[in-house]
């Protein structure tokens, strides 16, 4: 365990969507902020700051996180992942960023985000992943816009798509 | 049934961007050098005088920048205008009282806001409390507390209107039916909160603001009158994006005074954004209202006039745009119904709570509780069935356009046929035989009914509705609603589009540019269109934003009108370059050409772009095309007549909902199994975004009927600070909805549409009440039901409910955080010795949970500092300790005082010493308390199982200092045995 000073920032070294980063952080300060405020890395939003709307939620080594319940100094060593790094290439969308674009699955895209973490957890580790696995891991976020069924839909219709580019591979 | 040659399926311009976290958000984007960060000090107390406020400490820390209060807001700034004429002062933050709890008292400004908040803890202020009042009708009694003494009580307006002939109607009634209801407050809650980055030029004498304001800027002069700047040196800029409103984002605009004028007198860009304890405490909400409804009846069910006693609770000020909330609905008050005879009387009171605003369906929720609920009781009480009664009282199709008794006129409409639709294809005779066939089981199961008009596009006159005819004519005709869209064609021939509207998710950008680009042949993805609005630049006016549902009928058709003008241009152009007639001009797939020969096509870019570079080959009389500005209002708004007759909005949509609801026998819980909704709102311009609007309004509005409140205790302490106290629903909550559609356009609109935004929010909720209330009616009878209709309250309406089993606590009614216990302790030292220790400040210090020092002030009196954690708060504060009725060494009296940054506490309690016969002692406690400021707001829940911690913890230490281990069985787990729970 690294000894930490209350008012000194202290180095962080981490991966960020694959590629090393770093930074300096007061031992108070949340992830969220580290991330948004001097990593620059503003996809990852901030609703609550108390661990219940699952705006901020980000990948921690593999696992969904909420990074405003995440020190910054706790991710020394980690390999982060936000929103930034889920299309596959600048100008494209992941399969399931396409999904939420046709079944309207946003509106204001505030919250979005953190469900698209989840969910794209949610169908990289299980694949056959139904409504109700789906409905289970969203029940994780808030979102004031849609009433939350084109998210299902959107997630049930990529779920298909990923199980079929599988098979097809 | 949607408008030809729109791209009604196309996928959202606005979506790439967001899901790739590209978005450009209040918080994302970038501050100037120098930035300075606010925090805000907030008031604990519902009512109270500020004797002083010590900032020293505050200032001293380092990286603070600065410590604002009301006086130093006051030296640059004035108070918000009132919209109604009224002898009190709305200031941004606190001059000399508080008025309800997160009323802002001072401001830091830090380096960050880390800092800044450090420093609001290090801020002192003295307040003398003074009694508070939480409820509207309370406030309007004689003895009630009175919240501006300049007003002499709490009654801000007291207005009566009559329409028709109501006493006649009255008079010659079969049957009178009358229903008293409450409808609470809630609030639709965006995830992203408000943000604020504000800076000021001495030299210019200009303010430059850039914040998620969504409108409408009828408040730009209210702020600008606030910062004593003139419009023009008052620039209002919002971001692209902005995470969801719902009307809530008006509220932003005290914060804006209140900061801008921060950033004056600090000469520095001032930054703050909202966290969300603040929001839920102290940004707006819907107006909380009591209504006394009253209907004239025929023995058949024809209702033949409407009496409304409307007490409307605007908070602890009327502030700017409110009463509105009261006069939105004016034109509207007999809903979908034919009722000629309309009888209003509205009452404004103002209470120590926050400060009412825009919030979705503004106005219509609180109208339609009533109203609806009073259509399913006068089924009830003349025997007749809910459907018939609706539907005998509908407005006919051939009535349009209908011209409702307080003067609004429905453009169209075919309500039985929507009606009989919905019936019909949602299954209602199939609902109505599950329900008897679960009634049959002896299940609570009940289905609702709701019609309603839902009224968009407001008049900026209805407002003036409020005041009398005496005092409209005296302040000048209001009226109309300006929608501003402007269309430039760049050197290329390129198009963006600037609008109106600052959308919040509603995708405007996609409609704005399917329009534009049915126009003009050209594919939607080639406009650009931009959301962002700065009033330094573009077109607007003061009904710009986002509200009354007006960017589909309104906004939209600016920007049609817009680029039809330009298309017109365009044509002739052509025209003239091809040797052919305007008329016969046409454009499709990037072409301009002549519709009997498209092979005579000209480049759509190249005709559009000739007023750059060849301005001399304009064909005569005809502008260059470069930009086009359409700013259109319709003229049917018009102000208020001299009888109170207001056609308070534009466009009128119809919308029939009915569901069906089971209450489960054990949890009480309200189930919604089956929900239909019918709308006709006119031409649908985008099927996708009309079904999201829908579907969100839906979602909130079940919120709003079974878990939403924004719950105040006697006391004012405010009782819903987190999301968790504030349970909006999640996924699990949500239940399946039906959707179907009619559709008579508007004739009143450019494209026919009608707003469609905001209906599930006046629908649902009542529609919900109805369901519970008729699964209700075997057991309970006529249940005037509340919402939130949560499992406690639904719990209350049963007749005598089971006692829970042996050893299982009663359910806690309601929220509240008042605390009390009582307990026994067992210490192995003589009473004596215990007492010594209780008298002795240094042997308390050693005792008291978390104390830091305690100091003896008189042998009876001690100041303790103590830092103590409840839930998600921890935080220090200074206890006054007093002692009383003592008796030594058998009994005593403590009261303790607590104060701090986070919240304030106060309570007595009573100790007994008495010898448990062998060398020990049997401590007898009893205590009650109560909590304020945000402890209360976020702690609520937790705060009976700190009690207990604490008091365990301190009975532990006592032991432990008067030569006692604790007790075998653990004296923490005996007494949380031992301590009752809160009352
Ligand atoms: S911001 Fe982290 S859960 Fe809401
Ligand atoms: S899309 Fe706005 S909160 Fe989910």
Same mark, same amino acid.
């Given at each position: 365990? /690294? ?8 180095? +962080? ?24 405020? $001097? ?46 790094? @889920? ?7 992941? +399969? ?39 409905? &289970? ?33 | 049934?949607?408008? &030809? ?107 960050? /806001? ?32 009175? @919240? ?28 009178? $039916? ?52 003139? =419009? ?14 719902? =009307? ?48 004239? $009846? ?9 009496? !409304? ?70 089924? %009830? ?31 169209? #409409? ?92 509603? *995708? ?20 650009? %269109? ?5 009033? =330094? ?154 079904? =999201?609007?829908?579907? #969100? ?9 079974? !878990? ?144 830091? *020092?305690?100091? /003896? ?51 007595? *309690?009573? $100790? ?11 401590? *007898?406690?009893?205590? &009650? ?55």
């Amino acid at each position: 365990m /690294r000894r930490l000073t209350a008012t000194e920032r202290h180095p +962080v070294r981490f991966t960020l969507n694959g590629k090393p980063a770093e930074g300096t952080a007061h031992p108070r300060m949340l992830l969220s902020d580290f991330l948004r405020g $001097v990593q620059g890395a503003t996809g990852t939003h901030v609703g609550c700051e108390h661990g219940v709307c699952g705006a901020c939620t980000v990948r921690i080594d593999g696992a969904m996180a909420r990074s405003c319940l995440t020190f910054a100094v706790q991710i020394e060593g980690a390999e982060i992942d936000t929103v930034e790094a @889920l299309a596959p290439a600048p100008a494209r969308l992941s +399969v399931l960023q396409d999904a939420f674009r046709k079944h309207h699955a946003l509106q204001c895209g505030f919250c979005t985000p953190g469900i698209l973490m989840s969910l794209d957890t949610l169908l990289a580790t299980e694949s056959q992943a139904d409504a109700e696995r789906i409905r &289970d891991v969203l029940s994780g976020h808030l979102c004031r816009c849609t009433g939350y069924q084109p998210i299902v839909a959107a997630a049930l219709d990529a779920a298909q798509t990923l199980r079929e580019e599988t098979d097809n591979a | 049934m949607p408008k &030809d040659g729109l791209h009604q399926t196309m996928l959202r311009v606005e979506d790439a961007p967001l899901l790739t976290g590209r978005g450009q958000f209040f918080d994302d984007l970038p501050t100037p050098h120098g930035t300075v960060h606010a925090a805000i000090l907030r008031s604990p107390h519902a009512h109270a005088k500020i004797t002083d406020i010590s900032t020293d400490a505050a200032r001293r820390l380092a990286g603070v920048h600065a410590v604002l209060t009301g006086e130093d807001y006051a030296s640059v700034a004035s108070p918000l205008m009132v919209g109604v004429k009224l002898p009190i002062e709305c200031w941004p933050i606190a001059q000399n009282k508080v008025r309800y709890v997160g009323e802002p008292v001072a401001v830091v400004l830090a380096d960050d /806001r880390y800092i800044a908040e450090d420093a609001v803890d290090l801020i002192d202020v003295s307040y003398d409390t003074l009694a508070p009042v939480i409820d509207p009708l309370k406030a309007l009694a004689d003895d009630a507390p009175v @919240l501006h003494d300049e007003m002499g009580s709490n009654l801000g307006a007291d207005r009566y209107f009559s329409y028709g002939d109501p006493d006649g109607a009255f008079a010659e009634a079969d049957h009178v $039916v009358e229903i008293s209801v409450r409808y609470p407050r809630n609030s639709c809650t965006p995830i992203e909160t408000y943000g604020v980055l504000t800076r000021w030029d001495p030299h210019t004498r200009s303010y430059d603001v850039l914040s998620n304001f969504q409108g409408p800027f009828s408040i730009h002069p209210v702020i600008a009158r606030a910062l004593n700047v003139p =419009g023009n040196r008052l620039r209002l800029r919002t971001p692209e994006d902005s995470g969801g409103s719902f =009307g809530i984002k008006q509220g932003v605009f005290p914060y804006i005074a209140l900061l801008s004028a921060c950033a004056r007198l600090t000469d520095r860009p001032v930054k703050w954004v909202e966290d969300r304890l603040e929001h839920l405490t102290a940004s707006v909400s819907a107006t909380n209202r009591a209504i006394t409804l009253r209907a004239a $009846v025929t023995a058949k069910g024809r209702v033949t006039a409407l009496d !409304y006693d409307q007490v409307e609770d605007v908070g602890a000020y009327l502030r700017a745009p409110e009463p509105a909330t009261l006069y939105r609905m004016h034109g509207n008050l007999c809903g979908a119904y034919d009722i000629a005879n309309l009888r209003v009387r509205n009452r404004i009171v103002m209470t120590n709570k926050t400060p009412t605003g825009l919030n979705r369906g503004f106005g219509g929720p609180q109208i339609y509780f009533a109203l609806e609920r009073l259509m399913q009781r006068i089924a %009830v009480e003349l025997g007749l069935d809910p459907v018939n009664v609706a539907r005998d009282n509908l407005i006919s199709s051939g009535a349009f356009p209908y011209r409702t008794a307080s003067g609004a006129t429905y453009d169209s #409409g075919d309500y039985q046929n929507a009606f009989d639709t919905a019936l019909k294809d949602g299954r209602y005779d199939a609902l109505c035989q599950k329900r008897d066939a679960a009634r049959a089981q002896g299940r609570l199961y009940g289905i609702g009914l709701t019609v309603a008009v839902e009224p968009s596009v407001s008049n900026m006159g209805y407002l003036s509705t409020a005041l009398t005819p005496a005092e409209r004519a005296k302040a000048g005709q209001k009226n109309g609603a300006q929608s501003c869209a402007t269309i430039a064609i760049d050197p290329v021939g390129s198009i963006t589009v600037q609008i109106d509207s600052v959308p919040q998710g509603q *995708g405007h950008k996609t409609v704005a540019a399917s329009i534009v680009a049915e126009r003009f042949g050209l594919e939607p993805g080639a406009i650009t %269109v931009v959301a962002a609005m700065d009033t =330094g630049k573009d077109a607007w006016s003061i009904a710009a934003g986002n509200y009354s549902s007006r960017f589909a009928a309104a906004s939209a058709g600016a920007v049609r009108i817009a680029a039809g003008r330009l298309r017109e241009r365009i044509a002739a152009i052509a025209a003239s370059q091809l040797d052919a007639r305007p008329e016969d001009i046409e454009f499709g797939n990037g072409k301009v050409f002549i519709a009997s020969n498209p092979e005579a096509a000209l480049a759509f870019a190249r005709v559009a772009s000739t007023g750059h570079w060849a301005p001399g080959t304009l064909p005569e009389g005809i502008a260059a095309p470069m930009r086009e500005t359409a700013i259109w209002t319709a003229p049917e708004l018009t102000a208020p007549t001299e009888e109170d007759g207001i056609n308070s909005s534009l466009c009128h949509a119809f919308i029939f909902d009915f569901c069906g609801v089971e209450i489960d026998p054990v949890t009480h819980e309200a189930r919604v199994d089956h929900y239909v909704t019918m709308h006709d709102c006119g031409t649908i311009l985008h099927e996708g975004m009309v079904e =999201g609007q829908i579907r #969100g309004a839906f979602a909130q509005a079940v919120g709003a009927a079974l !878990y939403e409140e924004y719950a105040y205790d006697d006391d004012g302490a405010f009782l819903a600070g987190t999301l968790a106290d504030y349970p909006v629903p999640t996924v699990h909550e949500i239940p399946d909805l039906t959707i179907l559609h009619t559709c008579t356009p508007s004739p009143l609109t450019p494209l026919g549409a009608k707003g469609v935004g905001e209906g599930n929010c006046m629908s649902t909720p009542v529609c919900i009440a109805n369901a519970v209330a008729d699964a209700l009616a075997p057991a309970s009878g006529n249940v005037d039901v509340t919402l939130p209709l949560s499992p406690a309250r639904i719990a209350s309406y049963l007749p005598d409910e089971p006692a829970p089993p042996e050893g299982i606590a009663q359910p806690r009614p309601g929220p509240g955080k008042g605390l009390s216990g009582q307990g026994e302790a067992h210490v192995g030292a003589a009473p004596q010795e215990i007492w010594d220790l209780l008298m002795d400040a240094d042997q308390l210090a050693a005792i008291i949970p978390g104390a830091h *020092g305690v100091k /003896r002030l008189s042998p009876t009196h001690f100041l303790a500092d103590v830092t103590l954690g409840v839930g998600p708060v921890k935080g220090r504060y200074r206890v006054q300790v007093g002692l009383s009725d003592l008796d030594a060494p058998n009994n005593a009296t403590l009261t303790g005082k607590a104060g701090g940054a986070l919240g304030t506490g106060e309570g007595s *309690g009573r $100790v007994t010493l008495t010898p448990d016969g062998s060398g020990g002692t049997v401590i *007898g406690y009893s205590y &009650d308390a109560a909590v304020g400021g945000k402890v209360a707001s976020v702690g609520g829940r937790l705060l009976d199982g700190a009690a207990k911690i604490v008091i365990g913890q301190f009975f532990a230490a006592l032991g432990r200092r008067a030569g006692d281990a604790p007790q075998p069985d653990g004296i923490i787990a005996r007494m949380c045995g031992w301590i009752g729970g809160r009352r």
